[in-house]
């Protein structure tokens, strides 16, 4: 475990991070990005560190208050500009809130603003960040000025190595939760779910196994642990309890065959017992973890939990050992028009995982091809960033999105203290409104990353730095991936903001984004957006749907 960092107390702070899912190649043909990077140094923990700053000490609470648990907010956090220079969170990639909202909105609604959260917007548009020879990341870090009284935005941009076509990985061993309640009847939840497990079964290798649990007012195992290249007659789990998952080898698809028809049996029935499916769920995956294997849990469900136990806290508690023990982290997939956001992704924030959302076959393919063997192996845990703006340069920021991934800034060389896990070819977007000094130059702050070895658990950080005249350029003539990471960070603000004619705004969520322009004006610059791939494409179709649906886009007073 690496030293706590010396200094007074540090604060909970406001941080953000958007991420970019870049799907790298693990377990089937889907690949990652590279590009050129900006100015960057790095070291590891025990090295000399001559070449980046340190972060500085956080102040001492004022009023003598004590700080908040990591991943915690309060009231008094609910502020626009954080009160000093510093700004720590936990890393995370999920992308289930933009899938929503475009469900929602596809669907003539706009979404629940309590819903939205900046960061997986942008955390779904894939950048073209430079890679790392090894695990951990690489740091790159820029900016442009937004034209709005001084404020710029600056881009943290952290990316990990993806895989290539001839990596040999370790055997996969997923546990899939599924949720067979009666709301999972509707077109688009059990029968697409049904449809994404047969898509994966079939891309998995021979040498990969799976375990199916069911669960509506209880929860059951359907099949235990089953090598897909299986070619006998008996399961692939050897069933004696010591969690070794020997069993047939070979590859003539019987494993897979048994996946299928169970998959094939599942139908809707009572009530959403989701502690019972996760419980459940943890167990079945103890019991065939293999050794050598990556174990994974993969939740799949509306999370519209109604017996039982229905907080994520107490679901969790259950199954701390699991996760703690074993290592076996939670990959959460959502669907259904009525969602249980909030609870999902608590569950796989704590539950050192991530979540995302499928709204029909295509996206289906997208979360089982690219996104779902992106998350199998790791290349960090407990990933935290730290980005320090220098007080001289820097009069105000604000961070975009993140709400609940702030952790304490003496914390970020707590290596006790939770982090995100990140796996290959991921890239991670930190989206910052800055506002400079008039005149000032030089230094505008130095961006770090730490996070331990997956293997070995050894500490290592890496840090890039922007200078104020790296501002000095527009927001319109930016780089391409920028200027797609501003309209959907704005986006995001925009329906936050944003209420249907006749109706009204939350004013209990954050203050809008310094510089944010209406729907109608986002529109247009979505429009003419640089680059014209699909995901651009849907992004501006959304943003029209949502001008259309609001009417107009009303700041809160």
Not at 111 to 133: A, C, G, I, K, L
Request: hydrophobic letters at 35%; one cysteine or more.
């Amino acid at each position: 475990m690496g030293t706590r960092q010396s200094g007074r107390t540090g604060r909970v702070r406001q941080g953000v991070l958007a991420m970019a899912v870049a799907g790298g190649l693990v377990l089937t043909g889907c690949g990652g990005g590279s590009g050129s990077g900006v100015d960057r140094t790095s070291s590891d923990v025990g090295e000399k560190r001559d070449s980046a700053p340190m972060p500085a000490p956080a102040p001492a609470l004022p009023n003598g208050g004590a700080s908040q648990a990591p991943g915690e907010q309060g009231d008094e956090e609910r502020r626009e500009f954080a009160p000093d220079h510093l700004s720590t969170f936990a890393l995370d990639v999920d992308t289930a809130s933009y899938g929503f909202a475009r469900r929602t909105l596809a669907e003539g609604r706009l979404p629940d603003p309590s819903t939205v959260r900046p960061e997986e917007f942008v955390n779904s548009f894939r950048q073209d960040y430079p890679r790392p020879d090894g695990d951990g990341f690489s740091v790159s870090v820029d900016g442009a000025r937004t034209g709005d009284d001084g404020w710029s935005l600056v881009r943290v941009g952290l990316a990990t190595r993806g895989e290539s076509a001839d990596t040999e990985r370790p055997p996969a061993a997923l546990t899939f939760v599924i949720d067979v309640s009666g709301s999972m009847a509707e077109p688009g939840r059990l029968d697409l779910v049904k449809e994404s497990l047969g898509l994966m079964t079939d891309r998995l290798r021979p040498d990969d196994s799976i375990a199916l649990v069911t669960f509506s007012d209880t929860a059951k195992t359907v099949l235990p642990m089953t090598r897909l290249g299986e070619s006998g007659d008996g399961e692939s789990g050897d069933g004696d309890g010591d969690g070794d998952g020997d069993g047939g080898e070979g590859d003539g698809g019987e494993g897979r065959a048994r996946v299928h028809r169970a998959v094939d049996g599942l139908e809707p029935t009572q009530s959403t017992n989701l502690e019972a499916g996760v419980t459940t769920g943890y167990d079945t995956a103890v019991r065939g973890k293999r050794d050598g294997a990556t174990n994974r849990v993969v939740l799949l469900s509306d999370a519209l939990a109604n017996t039982g136990e229905t907080s994520a806290d107490g679901i969790l508690d259950r199954i701390s050992d699991a996760r703690r023990e074993h290592g076996i982290t939670l990959f959460g997939v959502g669907v259904g028009s009525d969602y249980g956001d909030a609870l999902m992704e608590r569950l796989a924030d704590k539950g050192d995982g991530h979540t995302t959302y499928v709204s029909n076959e295509e996206d289906a393919r997208e979360v089982f091809c690219e996104q779902l063997p992106a998350h199998i192996e790791l290349r960090a845990r407990d990933a935290k960033a730290q980005v320090a703006f220098d007080p001289e340069t820097v009069e105000q920021f604000r961070l975009i999105g993140y709400d609940n991934r702030q952790v304490a800034d003496d914390d970020f060389r707590d290596d006790s203290v939770d982090g995100g896990e990140v796996g290959p070819g991921h890239t991670v977007t930190a989206l910052y409104a800055v506002r400079t000094k008039a005149g000032a130059g030089g230094h505008l702050a130095t961006a770090s990353v730490r996070w331990l070895d997956p293997d070995s658990r050894a500490p290592h950080e890496e840090s890039g730095r922007i200078e104020a005249a790296d501002l000095d350029g527009s927001l319109r003539e930016a780089d391409a991936g920028l200027q797609i990471t501003a309209v959907a960070a704005y986006f995001a603000d925009g329906l936050r903001s944003a209420a249907p004619p006749g109706g009204h705004v939350d004013r209990d969520l954050p203050e809008p984004v310094p510089a944010t322009p209406s729907l109608a004006e986002l529109s247009e610059r979505a429009h003419a957006l640089p680059v014209r791939t699909k995901q651009v494409r849907e992004l501006t179709s959304s943003i029209d749907e949502a001008a259309r649906l609001s009417g107009d886009f009303r700041h809160r007073l």
